[in-house]
């Protein structure tokens, strides 16, 4: 029986957590969606997010083929009542019903890690089984650990364009737009050029991206091999398309297992996983809070709010000078209310980064003028109250100057 999957918590009484966040947990403007859009527009750092999603996925897809391959059992052995056949049944029975757990390995409960565990153990005794070590095991290996053995695979043969053999090509890896290297910053991380997003994490069926019902086809082992391979072409290679800088022994030690040990089970990724998940909690999520638990808008909106509000005061104060060396009546000065309230509205959105207007509406700007419902209610209550603070001393600041300029009394030059 599959497990639904996970929903957001609505009585969280604080900010959510990175795990929180990856494992779709959390409403708008904090749920996934809105982490991978500031991961692309604002940190310049989509290919680490990217490549702790297209892992998860991985784990997700052995779960899929040992639940695949459960089925197979029950359905050829339908005489259960054998010691044998009951005990295979027990042990795959263990590994395809759980969700990704979204933390580093150290969260996990022992439960759990015991389950990840127990899945790649078998998905490497298997491997050995079937044949599908590494190249040197017989004459059709290709040198890169996808040698496909003797009888016994419950797998088609693999294809060079299907896995990174020597004919491999970077364009066929997991849904990736950029056809050249990153351009590397000064820092530990690479930045990526604004693409974007992925056409199957921004398609209609990112809910279900995650999710542990069964795919539209049967998962094969080949399509184990294939993931892994591609994860190691597209992310940790040295010139790969979309290269994310990690520690040397953690690269080198993936690659040994994918081309010379021929493993594919999920375990390969575990330091990676967890090195990549520490730096967006360490680097990237904290800022993600400020930008939309504490503002509800982006930075060209913030940009766009500064020069609004510079210009509009700068007009204000020219056109109330004149007003009062040209001795005005008041009734005309009264024109300055307009730039006056524009230009410290503005300049206040811009020093808050939060849209006082908009958010007592429920409104948070999710990319340039691209506008989405504000679902998580500790962010709703919180920017609500950011809101009224910035509305407060905004509307002071601007009635005492309105009222400097309309009453100073005037004097003709």
């Known amino acids: 029986m599959?497990?639904?999957p996970p929903q957001a918590d609505y009585t969280r009484n604080r900010l959510p957590?990175?795990?929180?966040?990856?494992?779709?947990?959390?409403?708008?403007?904090?749920?996934?969606?809105?982490?991978?859009?500031?991961?692309?527009?604002?940190?310049?750092?989509?290919?680490?997010?990217?490549?702790?999603?297209?892992v998860s996925q991985h784990l997700v897809l052995c779960r899929h083929y040992v639940r695949d391959l459960r089925r197979s059992v029950l359905i050829e052995t339908p005489e259960l009542e054998k010691a044998g056949s009951k005990r295979s049944s027990m042990i795959l029975d263990q590994f395809g019903e759980a969700h990704d757990p979204?933390?580093?390995?150290a969260s996990l409960t022992a439960e759990e890690r015991g389950r990840d565990q127990h899945l790649s153990a078998f998905l490497r005794h298997e491997n050995g089984g079937n044949?599908?070590?590494?190249?040197?095991?017989?004459?059709?290996?290709?040198?890169?650990?996808?040698?496909?053995?003797?009888?016994?695979?419950?797998?088609?043969?693999?294809t060079p364009g299907s896995?990174?053999?020597?004919?491999?090509?970077?364009?066929?890896?997991?849904?990736?737009?950029?056809?050249?290297p990153l351009q590397r910053g000064s820092g530990d991380r690479p930045l990526g050029s604004e693409r974007p997003p992925r056409a199957s994490f921004m398609s209609s069926n990112f809910e279900h991206r995650f999710s542990d019902n069964s795919p539209a086809h049967t998962v094969a082992r080949a399509d184990l091999r294939s993931s892994a391979e591609k994860i190691l072409y597209t992310y940790l290679l040295a010139g790969s398309e979309r290269e994310i800088i990690l520690p040397q022994g953690i690269v080198n030690d993936i690659t040994v297992a994918i081309e010379?040990?021929?493993?594919d089970?999920?375990?390969?990724?575990?330091?990676?996983?967890?090195?990549?998940?520490?730096?967006?909690?360490?680097?990237?999520?904290?800022?993600?809070?400020?930008?939309?638990?504490?503002?509800?808008?982006v930075p060209p909106s913030i940009a766009a709010r500064l020069i609004l509000g510079l210009a509009a005061l700068t007009g204000g104060l020219w056109a109330g000078f004149a007003c009062i060396f040209l001795d005005r009546p008041k009734h005309i000065r009264c024109w300055l209310i307009l730039p006056f309230t524009i230009g410290v509205y503005a300049l206040a959105?811009?020093?808050?980064?939060?849209?006082?207007?908009?958010?007592?509406?429920?409104?948070?700007?999710?990319?340039f003028m691209r506008w989405t419902r504000i679902r998580e209610p500790y962010v709703r209550r919180l920017l609500l109250k950011r809101a009224m603070t910035v509305l407060f001393w905004t509307v002071l600041i601007g009635v005492a100057v309105i009222v400097l300029f309309i009453f100073v009394p005037g004097k003709r030059l």
């Open 102 to 105: 979204a933390g580093p390995s």
């Open 163 to 180: 896995v990174g053999g020597a004919n491999h090509s970077p364009q066929s890896s997991l849904g990736s737009n950029q056809s050249g």
């Open 2 to 4: 599959d497990t639904p």
């Open 265 to 297: 089970d999920p375990e390969v990724f575990d330091a990676a996983k967890d090195y990549v998940y520490q730096a967006m909690e360490r680097d990237a999520f904290p800022g993600f809070l400020r930008s939309k638990a504490l503002g509800n808008l």
């Open 131 to 158: 044949g599908n070590g590494n190249g040197n095991g017989n004459g059709n290996g290709n040198g890169n650990g996808n040698g496909n053995g003797n009888n016994g695979s419950p797998s088609a043969p693999l």
């Open 17 to 54: 957590t990175l795990q929180e966040v990856l494992s779709r947990r959390t409403a708008a403007p904090v749920d996934l969606f809105s982490f991978y859009i500031y991961m692309r527009d604002q940190q310049r750092s989509v290919d680490y997010l990217d490549f702790w999603l297209d």
């Open 349 to 367: 959105s811009q020093q808050y980064s939060i849209d006082p207007i908009l958010a007592m509406l429920g409104l948070s700007e999710l990319t």
């Open 260 to 263: 010379e040990d021929g493993r």
